[in-house]
């Protein structure tokens, strides 16, 4: 059983920072494309930050040169960090992996989600 556990979020004023974090655990063969995801309020859930196993890296448009995603591999994390944040930032973020847990064996889970607040 894999389980992810996301940590970071809460409230900040306009033009501050948060660092979420998402780690995995569980019978893991290896982890795949990581990437983070928002929904608001009364909106769809949308893809915010991609990395992929080999390092590659893709934003949304939103987000772009204010958000960079990481990743651990050696811990099984993946990072967000978020600055510049502004009041359209805020929702509910989850981390969503592709993890195989052999070697063909492969799906995606979700965290929990943490809810970050920004206040203008």
């Known amino acids: 059983q894999v389980q992810l556990l996301e940590s970071g979020g809460g409230l900040v004023q306009a033009g501050g920072s948060l660092t979420l974090s998402c780690a995995a655990s569980g019978s893991i063969f290896s982890i795949n494309r990581m990437d983070w995801f928002r929904q608001a309020p009364g909106k769809e859930r949308e893809v915010v930050a991609t990395i992929t196993s080999d390092g590659r890296k893709a934003y949304a448009d939103s987000v772009q040169g204010r958000f960079t995603i990481s990743r651990d591999n050696d811990e099984r994390m993946v990072f967000l960090q978020m600055n510049s944040l502004k009041p359209e930032d805020t929702a509910v973020y989850y981390c969503?992996?592709?993890?195989?847990?052999?070697?063909?064996?492969?799906?995606?889970?979700w965290g929990q989600g943490t809810q970050v607040t920004v206040s203008s």
């Open positions: 969503k992996l592709d993890v195989s847990v052999s070697r063909y064996n492969e799906r995606a889970y």
